[in-house]
């Protein structure tokens, strides 16, 4: 009996922390929300209670293994929210959080309490302040301008869009005009000079832009 309530806590505890990850990615609207990361949560929990109760009633067993194949198994899970478009890669941060929330969910249903609530505040640190420091810090950023013309405007948005949230970056003053040489986009970017650089690489190597003009920094 007392058994059977250790486990029903670790897989309560395991939900809420995982719970506590998952509502960041929720609110942030990424692939793998909260009732994913409850899910992988409690599932990884619950993987590594079976992992010790299975060796009580056998001489043989070994409770690592289990927990092995639980991590080789979010490793599918995470590869399948990354994605690859055109040299950009998508979906890294999520990825990431599902290994980590797995993590925790291990170190819960092995009994390690506080590790798992540690992780879940360096997970939060990661997702949460992190993202809101850099933006504090890209307010001392520049603005730039740029005018691409391109053929096909839905499939460059996209990948433009996708461009854009590699570098946490977002468009400002957006303009978008038909041409007889195609559709001309034109719109700034708040960045450092450094990081505008690699954008402008990356712009002219977008297999669907046909021109990038750069006037450079706005006053």
């Not at 570098?167 to 978008?176: A, G, P, Q, T």
């Amino acid at each position: 009996m007392t058994m059977l309530i250790d486990s029903v806590v670790k897989l309560g505890i395991a939900a809420v922390l995982g719970g506590i990850v998952g509502l960041e990615r929720e609110v942030s609207r990424k692939p793998a929300g909260l009732r994913t990361n409850i899910l992988i949560c409690s599932a990884s929990a619950l993987f590594m209670i079976i992992s010790e109760l299975v060796p009580l009633g056998s001489r043989f067993g070994d409770p690592g293994r289990i927990a092995a194949q639980v991590v080789v198994g979010i490793g599918f899970i995470g590869a399948g929210v990354i994605i690859q478009s055109r040299g950009s890669v998508i979906g890294l941060t999520t990825g990431a959080s599902i290994f980590m929330v797995a993590a925790i969910g291990l170190a819960v249903g092995a009994g390690y309490w506080i590790p798992a609530a540690v992780a879940t505040a360096i997970a939060m640190l990661s997702l949460w302040v992190l993202p809101r420091l850099e933006k504090v810090m890209q307010t001392k950023a520049r603005l730039f301008r740029y005018v691409l013309t391109a053929e096909n405007l839905p499939e460059v948005l996209t990948h433009l869009d996708a461009l854009l949230d590699e570098y946490k970056l977002s468009m400002e003053e957006v303009s978008l005009e038909r041409r007889t040489d195609g559709f001309r986009i034109s719109f700034s970017v708040q960045t450092a000079a450094e990081r505008n650089k690699e954008l402008r690489n990356r712009l002219f190597h977008l297999k669907e832009v046909v021109k990038v003009e750069s006037p450079g920094e706005l006053e």
